[in-house]
């Protein structure tokens, strides 16, 4: 699909020769994506370079510690960099100015529509930070805590605590690495894995109530509607993770999340084990992914999506 790709050395000699960068994550951002960004974003800086991350979305507060440099037309954009972003979909409203305009794409999502002039992309990576970190170090910029902490999260994050299946002896000495200029691993870990907002606690005991089973319970479904993200006061901060609830109960392949966005705009979730792929799950609504966990955004009622969803899951699971 990718016919634009570039090598990590080339990336490194591309950015080594940019600047005024605008570093652009994807919306509903996570660590990966502000990680990469921001861990790319302290590199370029120590080249001399003037750069700043931007973002459809607010940065969520648990993020704060990365301290990023966000972009409020303080410079003239002159190169466009996406991190983590597969698609110019996922670029959000707000920065869809930049969507024909991406210089260059870093990314590690196997469904990478290749939008970017050129992109360097590695889809058997567990996290963008991973390559992000290659680039850096082809850049041949010294590791330093921020950067370290940048990455680490992301890292972290993408691989689930180092637990998922992408995760490589590369990736531990990718994080070895970052351990060693300072990353700040048992307070990373704390953040986002360790402890909970009472909100993210809130929202899942309101999910596991509507909790259903399909197809021999081998699929598992869990819905959050507006009015209840409304009622608890969550924030986009609060979610994460619960999509990844479902595929954990024994026996299930498919863990599925609908969480409404607006009245007929739904974003479902796709979690699976090696028993069904979930990239292709969401590609059947037009969304995509990583082969264990992808997402799509569906236009209509919870119970259209709900149906929709469902007769992805069943085609895969006949698969
Ligand atoms: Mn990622």
Redesign the pocket.
Known sequence: MINNGITVQQTAEYLKNADNILLLC?KNP????LG?AGGLMYALKKLGKVCAVACNDEIPQKYDFLDLDVFSGQFTPEYIVAV?VADTKLLGDKMAEYADKVDLCI???PSNTGYATMVCCDGKL????QLVLQVVQAMEVELDVNIANCLYT?LM??TGCFKYSATTAETHIAAAQLLNAGAAHDFIANRFFMSKSRKTIALEKHALNTLEYYFDDKCAVIELPTDVLTEIGAQPGDIDGISAMPRTIEGVDVGITIRQISESVFKVSVRTNENANANEIAAGLGGGG?TKAAGCEVMGSMESVKNAILREVETALCR
């Open positions: 994807h996570d660590g990966d994506t990469s983590d990314d590690h999502h567990p996290a963008a930070a992301g994050t993408d990583h």
